[in-house]
């Protein structure tokens, strides 16, 4: 069974510090997402990671995979208030049934003024 | 606007009642899925369809039974629930099922927040 783990759970950070998020997953997979969910709303894709040494940036998210690690990481620059969201990673397998999406419990991040 | 529309945004039931929840979405997707999300626990993935056919039904209840009249409409029927089914429930689409979508990744609605009395 797949498991996906991320840490921490809850991050609290002060604007402008840098940090990392990590997704540790317990078998191998096919490709990895990052979601973000602010409160009361919806996921929000992030990055779609495909192939082991994969790095995508958008603004102040990174977001890395290491699949003979089986890690990703999720590293923040620079922070601000409007990063305060939950953040999920999740890792797709192929299965005989199909396709499957297993998230992480997800972090908790809130940024401080 | 996501593209991924559920409603009721917020439904409160009592274990007797049967309540629908729909989902709709607007991108041309040709898979849908629904999932649970629970305080404090990972997304669970519920029913994947694709092509308005079933192709995965993660071992849940009978209590839940989906329907997927087309490719834009999937609802979520619900009847003598439990306390333990409360909880945030997700529609996602996404341009093919998992692993022929390319680089595509599921799209979610904002979910409906169900809370059983």
């Known amino acids: 069974e797949l498991k996906v783990e991320q840490n921490p759970l809850f991050l609290s950070m002060q604007e402008g510090k840098n940090y990392t998020i990590y997704c540790n997953y317990s078998t191998t997979s096919d490709r990895l997402y990052w979601y973000r969910q602010d409160p009361g709303k919806s996921l929000e894709s992030l990055f779609v990671?495909?192939?082991?040494?994969a790095v995508k940036q958008e603004g102040r998210l990174m977001a890395s995979l290491d699949t003979k690690a089986r890690l990703s990481t999720l590293h923040i620059t620079a922070a601000v208030h409007d990063l305060s969201a939950t953040y999920f990673c999740?890792?797709?397998?192929?299965?005989?049934?199909?396709?499957?999406?297993?998230f992480g419990e997800g972090t908790q991040l809130t940024v401080n003024p | 606007e996501t593209g991924v529309t559920q409603t009721p945004r917020h439904l409160v039931m009592g274990m007797t009642n049967k309540k629908s929840l729909k989902c709709e979405q607007h991108?041309?997707?040709?898979?849908m899925y629904w999932y649970k999300q629970s305080a404090k626990k990972p997304l669970e993935l519920m029913f994947v369809y694709n092509f308005k056919e079933q192709t995965e039904n993660n071992s849940v209840p009978s209590r839940f039974s989906p329907e997927c009249p087309n490719s834009s409409h999937l609802f979520l029927h619900l009847h003598t629930l439990q306390p333990e089914d409360s909880a945030l429930y997700l529609c996602a689409s996404s341009q093919g099922t998992l692993g022929r979508a390319g680089n595509q990744p599921q799209h979610f609605g904002d979910g409906t927040r169900l809370s059983i009395l």
């Open positions: 990671l495909l192939s082991n040494g």
């Open positions: 991108l041309g997707h040709n898979a």
């Open positions: 999740a890792v797709e397998r192929r299965e005989t049934s199909g396709s499957r999406l297993t």
